[in-house]
Every structure is written in structure tokens, then in C-alpha cells.
């Protein structure tokens, strides 16, 4: 069955930085985009960025846009996401997602999630 356990959340001060991983498997992960959404307490789901599965073209929200770096490693089936300048925020929960295309932002399958919390 599908999976995607993420990792690598934790508190940061403002201004630092984390990677977030999300390992996948159950499925063809070079085969699939993927996708990082984020919800904050009290809020909607919040699409962040989609990787291509060649891992060649990403995309990015405004919000995140040359703070947040996308990665994938197809042999590892693994997807990352380097956060950069993290700010308040940025505090939400971060999960990993596989794509149902056409869609860039619609997915399937969603992990746990892994928590990130900017505060000083």
C-alpha cells in the first residue's frame, strides 16, 4: 500500500532553516509528481510546492517562492523540502503528498505530517 512518512520538522528560530524528508513507497515514486502542503492550527490546507517526476520542474505558492527548495531523489524514493528564512508563519504541520494529475495541487495520498514550529 501507498506510504509517506515524513521527517525533519521541529522548532527553529526565525530566520533558520530545516529540510523536511518524506519517504515513499508502495508505489512507482519515479513515475509520480509529489507534492508538500502545509496546514496551520485553525486553517485550511495550504498547497506549497509540486515536483515533477523526472525532478526537473517544480512549482512553487507566492508565499514560499525563494525561500522553499523542492528535491526528489528517484533512487532513494525519496522527496525533500529545504525551507530557508523560516518566519512564524511558517508554523504548521508539513505533509508530503503523491499527485493525481492533471492537477499540480490535488493529491491522493498524504502522509502523517511532521510539525514546524518558528519561534524564538
Known amino acids: 500500500q501507498v506510504q509517506l512518512v515524513e521527517s525533519g520538522g521541529g522548532l527553529v528560530q526565525p530566520g533558520g532553516s530545516l529540510r523536511l524528508s518524506c519517504a515513499a513507497s508502495?508505489?512507482?515514486?519515479?513515475?509520480?509528481?509529489m507534492t508538500w502542503v502545509r496546514q496551520a492550527p485553525g486553517k485550511g490546507a495550504e498547497w506549497l510546492s509540486t515536483?515533477?517526476?523526472?525532478?526537473?520542474?517544480?512549482w512553487y505558492a507566492d508565499s514560499v517562492k525563494g525561500r522553499f527548495t523542492v528535491s526528489s531523489d528517484n533512487n532513494k524514493n525519496t522527496l525533500y523540502l529545504q525551507m530557508d528564512l523560516l518566519q512564524p508563519g511558517d508554523t504548521a504541520l508539513y505533509y508530503c503528498a503523491r499527485v493525481m494529475r492533471p492537477s499540480l495541487e490535488e493529491y491522493d495520498y498524504r502522509g502523517q505530517g511532521t510539525q514546524v514550529t518558528v519561534s524564538s
Open positions: 508502495g508505489f512507482p515514486f519515479s513515475g509520480y509528481y
Open positions: 515536483i515533477n517526476h523526472r525532478a526537473d520542474s517544480t
